[in-house]
């Protein structure tokens, strides 16, 4: 710790570093994670209801085998091709061996896992709740582009956030308070779970999924209950505008379903970095306080 006391920039840099990293590992993430759930529930029908027979998946398939590879051509990528951002500099955005585009979205992942742990570096400086927030990003990161590609929330990601968050304050590391933890938690899922079951019993439909609420209860065991009304506010502010330029960009019907997590994961962030000063910000502007 001393020595990030002395060299300030320190910490901030290697947190960069580190995000760059492991936002190239969060692609591979973000990928095969639902296939890998695929697979799973696949393979449980195929065990529960053998008279349908149903054909379990053949081969292994996790986040490590088997190696990644060109989608055109399967030519198994080189070391020199995983350096993040640089690579696809070097290899022009395609394929080394078929000159298959690859998509600019993996930079842009790693670039954005990189930017934000330097924010949070920056923001509160080298600490074991700091460190804590740089994972907390990543799996926000990896839970908004999953969502975006398949409006699936995985439970192995938001489960643990849950726990996690709850941790932290029992060990005195979140200057969240153990309580305040707790029913962050307990208040987030049963916040969304009431508006989901409300607007089912009106209209018939699912305006949401469960997903949605252990998000919501893993914001709220990092953040405290207090900070649920600003993070439902401003998810509903971002979801607002980012859902009226997908409508338009994709001249989509307003039936049309789109994921609620990724606007619950930047409101649920932008709370944790700036939370209080966006409070003193209403409170002085409009409250008069």
Not at 14 to 21: H, K, S
Not at 179 to 188: H, K, P, Y
Not at 233 to 242: A, N, Q
Not at 262 to 278: F, R, V
Request: charged content about 10%.
């Amino acid at each position: 710790m001393e020595l990030f006391d002395f060299y300030p920039w320190l910490f901030p840099t290697l947190a960069t570093l580190f995000g760059l990293i492991v936002g190239s590992f969060l692609n591979v993430v973000i990928h095969r994670l639902p296939k890998m759930m695929e697979r799973e529930w696949r393979q449980e029908c195929a065990d529960s209801f053998p008279e349908y027979q149903i054909t379990p998946p053949s081969g292994v398939y996790n986040l490590s085998v088997p190696r990644s590879t060109c989608p055109k051509c399967e030519t198994q990528l080189r070391v020199i091709d995983n350096i993040p951002v640089l690579s696809w500099l070097l290899l022009k955005g395609k394929c080394h061996h078929c000159s298959h585009p690859i998509s600019i979205r993996y930079p842009l992942v790693e670039l954005l896992t990189g930017a934000l742990c330097f924010l949070v570096a920056y923001q509160f400086g080298f600490s074991y709740f700091a460190i804590a927030l740089l994972f907390f990003t990543f799996v926000l990161i990896a839970a908004t582009f999953i969502d975006l590609d398949t409006m699936l929330l995985p439970d192995s990601l938001t489960l643990p956030l849950i726990w996690f968050g709850i941790t932290l304050a029992l060990l005195q590391i979140s200057p969240v308070v153990l309580q305040d933890s707790v029913i962050g938690a307990i208040a987030g899922y049963l916040s969304l779970w009431s508006v989901y079951w409300l607007f089912k019993l009106v209209t018939g439909k699912e305006g949401m999924g469960y997903g949605d609420f252990k998000l919501l209860a893993a914001l709220g065991a990092w953040l405290g209950w207090q900070y649920l009304p600003m993070i439902i506010l401003l998810s509903s502010f971002v979801g607002v505008i980012f859902g009226i330029i997908q409508l338009r960009l994709k001249q989509q019907g307003i039936d049309k379903a789109f994921p609620f997590g990724p606007y619950l994961a930047i409101a649920g962030w932008i709370c944790m970095m700036w939370g209080n000063e966006i409070l003193d910000w209403y409170l002085t502007s409009f409250v008069g306080l």
